[in-house]
């Protein structure tokens, strides 16, 4: 802990220690346990950037500038690193603390309880709500707990006409066995996914948008974005489904007294069309009118429940007996309690796809997590509970309904008989009735087989039940209304998808989403009107089961990273029951309709590939983030390994680019080969004291990457702080990379300005290449005519008054500008175009394969002629050679080039390389021998021959100087440089690109001023690109298989 120096305090003010009683005290008095008491003598403490309630925190009794732990410091988090309310910074603890007043928000000064969490309530920390002094307080939103929000909802949803209507049907066709068997079923797929749910929700704290939320907030905004949007067109179409069913019913009643309004079909139009402005108005009255309704229908059903168990405790009447109830009998139950499969839909899976749909809707209460109290209690608590009691409902109505009627009656007085009579046929025989003639030629209208009403027959008020139809409709209708319209604001302010943020926009203290409603309401007028929804009905179904799917393999997904942010306090869940329970819900998709799941499948993948394209810039933490480190991690250590091989071989490149902005062609030269090929690495050296260096680093580093991915390049950036730009090159070489994922070859910008740079830079310059072979690194060097800096451009378009980098052409360090590393201008920035990200046509790459460096000279060209850009070009080698053997040399090389598979076929032999450059006065001066000796006369010791030990004297603290003696012992390699360049310009003046293998300067006999020369005098005055391209020696070309 960071401790400050303070004078003795009086004992009354700040000495001991705080008790609890001390703190609770305070609490009560209105004073946190970090505001200072006016005059406290705290403030006689030096000022420093800290605010002076943060200076007298006395945490563990004494004064610090540490905070305790605090609720306020972990809202709202996000990225690693994001700065937090009220906790210092590591500079505050680790550094000399400065004068600056208010750079620290003052920490939070009445903590709501002991522990330092803020006091547990709907509202504790949402959003950080500012109270800020002079304003109106906001109306506290209305929110409800786990049973009201979500229990009673989920039921609501769940409950449907499938459980009035149908559920008699199934136990008649399947038998109350097969029944049961079916329940549980559709019942396994939601539990499994309640539970994934219910894992989901409490990692966590969840926000408005259920279903959409989680999934999205899982696994990213890709399928969460398609899945938000479609789930919540099926809710809008629901509701015109559940108005339909309702508005049938309705219909249906006007029917049976001949009161139509127009006919039936305009009639459920109109009906539907009232119905759900109704309900629109419900909705639009806020959350507690539309909760106050719902409670309304859930009594409503709960009564028709009650109804119809009492009518089946009630004796039968003659009425109802010559309709098939009998009351509770054993022979009946038996009966029905093997199925009897009728009809075209007679089948355990077509059944099953009939019922499934009566057990969705479980996501009722996750659809509206922003109205919720506590999200991560209510929706695990309230979800399970309404799948429990909804199964209890739905196996308790097909048992005893099995056990009270029998399949077949006919449902005429005049069938009664006395038991026992002869030609009777039948269960019913035994309790004095006939059905056999209506049983044999199937024309009974009554029985569980025949009457879809039998619940409303054998309850004990039939109108009760009708009245549970209309309720389970309209709640359902109601519960979709509200569901639709959430799921798309928050949809809509995540903006994933253009023109739908106008519909984000909330009202009231609720945020309510009414421009949502009015969409919602538009989609289910339109859906009603068609009056004939069985169409769209499987498609709904289907997408209700994909949020399913997405939701289960979300939990499994989430678990199967290992990420440490992966914590739901919900613990009853497994990964593989959440697989399996995905894996089901899409092999149900196809059981129910399969052209329906290749449609859903169908939109997703074009809403996920949508987002694909657009790339939105969020960062949710997603498990597929998690997923991508854990394969990037296991793939790296694997790596690890797998034993090298020649022909494995990838040229993995540290490129010394400075800011990668600043040069451009050597980003793009090196990211056109490597690309979706091998590592490429950008290198800076920040040179300067590291205190400062480091904060410019961390702000440069995003900005630097985001450039990278803007230009489509794939490649890694690193920087390093370092007194020199050698030391920093080193620490590079040797710490870059990843196990096998290390750089292998160094690519730099040549040095234009080493003539008239420092010569200590010139000598770090040509030290960081004898580093590079000293660590076994393949050397590339580039140079192009205009220079590879474009940094002065760059910073005068920023900061007319910069003045150029101390090294603006070494490709290396960099003494950054304002304004060059801020990742916002960086990333906006106009990219610089470059030769190589044109085509280049019928151009030709010349390699000058002049020694044997392993072949990384011939490699470098052959992977970049493999890119589009480069296709057209023909690749020509050169190669040294005698005159009066020639042929027998080109056959050679063609030999071998043929056995490297590359696709060289033109192969010129150099015979002349070894003579001397052409005369002063048949060619310009730019190309004589004069013009190397002017290069190298600045750095000539002029010692006259003398002995070793006299010019090491002369030459102390000048390594750079080249004696008489190395500059004649070395000419014949200094002409060979002249000649070379007049070979050079002779053949390769139109070419694309010019690969050459460069000398070797050997380390401590060489000066790095003649080894410039060298390298000056044979790329000088050439318009194309050229590339200098030195292995380390060791193959990366092999003919052989093995």
């Known amino acids: 802990m960071a401790e400050l120096p303070i004078p003795d305090l009086p004992p009354a003010r700040c000495s001991g220690r705080f008790t609890i009683s001390t703190l609770l005290a305070m609490e009560e008095g209105g004073r946190g346990p970090y505001t200072p008491t006016e005059g406290s003598s705290c403030d006689s403490v030096q000022p420093t950037h800290l605010s002076s309630s943060t200076l007298c925190t006395r945490t563990f009794g004494y004064n610090t500038v540490d905070v305790v732990p605090a609720y306020e410091h972990y809202a709202n988090s996000k990225g690693v690193g994001d700065p937090r309310k009220g906790r210092p910074s590591l500079a505050d603890l680790h550094s000399i603390l400065k004068p600056d007043p208010g750079r620290l928000r003052t920490p939070v000064s009445d903590l709501q309880q002991s522990n330092g969490l803020p006091e547990a309530g709907p ?87 259920g279903t959409y939320f989680l999934i999205s907030r899982s696994l990213g905004p890709e399928l969460g974005g398609s899945i938000g949007l479609i789930f919540a067109f099926a809710n809008a179409v629901a509701v015109a489904m559940h108005t339909v069913g309702f508005a049938e019913t309705v219909r249906d009643l006007l029917q049976e007294h001949n009161s139509l309004i127009v006919d039936p079909t305009n009639d459920i139009r109109i009906i539907g069309v009232i119905t759900v402005t109704v309900l629109l108005g419900i909705s639009l009255a806020g959350m507690e009118w539309e909760a106050k309704a719902q409670i309304l229908f859930f009594l409503v059903i709960l009564v028709s429940f009650i109804n119809y168990l009492v009518g089946t405790v009630i004796p039968a009447t003659a009425e109802k007996q010559a309709k098939g109830f009998f009351s509770y009998r054993a022979d009946i139950f038996a009966q029905n309690f093997v199925p009897n499969w009728r009809g075209p839909e007679g089948s355990f899976f077509g059944l099953f796809s009939i019922f499934f749909p009566s057990a969705t809707g479980i996501l009722a209460g996750a659809n509206i997590s922003g109205d919720l109290k506590d999200p991560a209690v209510a929706i695990p608590k309230g979800t399970l509970m309404a799948i429990f009691w909804t199964t209890m409902s739905y196996l308790v109505l097909s048992a005893t309904i099995g056990a009270c009627v029998v399949r077949d009656a006919s449902g005429s007085l005049n069938d009664s008989v006395a038991m026992g009579s002869p030609g009777c046929e039948g269960l019913a025989c035994s309790f004095g009735w006939n059905f056999t003639a209506c049983t044999q030629q199937q024309s009974c209208r009554y029985g569980l087989s025949n009457y879809y009403q039998s619940m409303s027959m054998v309850s004990g008020f039939g109108p009760l039940i009708t009245a549970g139809i209309f309720g389970a409709t309209l709640s359902s209708a109601l519960a979709c209304l509200v569901s639709a319209p959430k799921v798309f604001q928050c949809l809509c302010k995540d903006q994933l998808y253009p023109l739908i943020g106008f519909f984000g926009k909330g009202y009231g203290r609720n945020s309510e989403p009414i421009r949502g409603y009015m969409l919602t309401y538009v989609i289910a007028i339109g859906f009603i009107l068609i009056a004939e929804l069985n169409a769209i009905a499987p498609i709904i179904s289907n997408f209700f089961l994909c949020s399913y799917a997405l939701i289960n393999f979300s939990c499994f997904h989430a678990s199967i990273t290992n990420s440490p942010g992966w914590r739901p306090s919900f613990r009853y869940y497994s990964k593989w029951t959440a697989l399996f329970g995905a894996a089901v819900s899409v092999v149900i998709m196809f059981l129910l309709t399969w052209w329906a799941a290749l449609i859903a499948f169908g939109i997703v993948i074009f809403l996920l590939g949508y987002v694909l394209y657009k790339k939105p810039d969020v960062n949710w933490g997603s498990s597929v983030q998690a997923s991508s480190y854990n394969m990037a991690l296991s793939y790296s250590v694997g790596l690890s390994e797998v034993d090298e091989h020649i022909k494995n071989y990838r040229p993995q490149c540290l490129v010394l680019t400075g800011p990668p902005n600043f040069r451009p062609a050597l980003v793009d030269f090196v990211g056109t080969f490597t690309k979706n090929l091998s590592l490429m690495l950008c290198g800076n050296v920040l040179i300067g004291p590291r205190k400062q260096k480091m904060t410019e680093s961390q702000l440069m580093a995003d900005g630097h990457t985001k450039w990278l991915m803007k230009r489509k390049i794939k490649a890694f950036y690193t920087d390093v702080v370092a007194e020199d730009l050698r030391s920093g090159v080193q620490m590079l070489i040797q710490a870059a990379g990843l196990g096998k994922m290390r750089p292998n070859i160094l690519v730099l910008g040549y040095k234009r300005n080493w003539r008239t740079a420092s010569p200590q830079s010139l000598e770090d310059y040509v030290g960081i290449l004898h580093d590079a072979f000293d660590f076994k690194y393949g050397v590339c060097l580039m140079r192009m005519k205009e220079g590879l800096n474009v940094s002065r451009v760059l910073q005068a378009h920023v900061n007319p008054m910069f003045e150029a980098a101390e090294h603006p052409e070494n490709g290396t360090g960099s003494r950054a500008a304002p304004g060059t590393g801020d990742p916002t201008t960086l990333a906006s920035e106009q990219q610089a175009s470059t030769i190589f990200q044109s085509e280049q046509g019928k151009k030709t790459i010349d390699i000058y394969w002049l ?142 690109l010019i690969a050459i293998t460069p000398p070797i300067g050997r380390k401590g006999r060489c000066p790095s001023s003649l080894y410039m020369a060298w390298l000056e005098t044979l790329s000088q005055d050439l318009r194309p690109p050229i590339i200098l391209t030195r292995g380390n020696q060791e193959n990366v070309l092999t003919f052989y298989c093995q």
Request: hydrophobic share 40%; proline share 4%.
């Open 123 to 209: 509202e504790a920390g949402l959003e950080e709500a500012e109270g800020e002094p002079g304003k109106d307080s906001v109306p506290e939103p209305v929110r409800f707990g786990w049973v009201k929000g979500v229990m009673i909802r989920c039921m609501l949803n769940i409950w449907g006409v499938i459980l009035y209507l149908r559920l008699p049907w199934i136990t008649a066709q399947a038998g109350i066995a097969l029944t049961w068997l079916i329940i549980l079923m559709s019942v396994t797929v939601t539990t499994i996914t309640g539970l994934s749910i219910s894992a989901i929700s409490t990692n966590g704290k969840v926000k408005s948008g």
């Open 851 to 992: 020694f044997d460096d392993g072949g990384l000279t011939l490699l470098i060209p052959y992977l970049l002629g493999r890119k589009k850009r480069w296709g057209k070009c023909k690749i020509r080698v050169f190669v040294g050679g005698q005159i009066n053997r020639m042929d027998e040399e080109r056959k050679a090389i063609v030999s071998l080039l043929s056995k490297f598979r590359l696709g060289f076929h033109e192969v010129h032999i150099l015979p002349d390389i070894n003579q001397k450059p052409r005369p002063e006065h048949t060619v310009c001066l730019c190309c004589s021998i004069k013009r190397f000796d002017e290069l190298i006369a600045p750095f000539r010791l002029n010692d006259g021959f003398k002995d070793e030990a006299t010019v090491n004297e002369m030459r102390q603290g000048c390594p750079w100087k080249i004696s008489d003696e190395e500059v004649d012992k070395n000419r014949a390699k200094s002409l060979r440089q002249v000649r070379l360049n007049e070979i050079l310009l002779d053949y390769s003046r139109d070419a694309a």
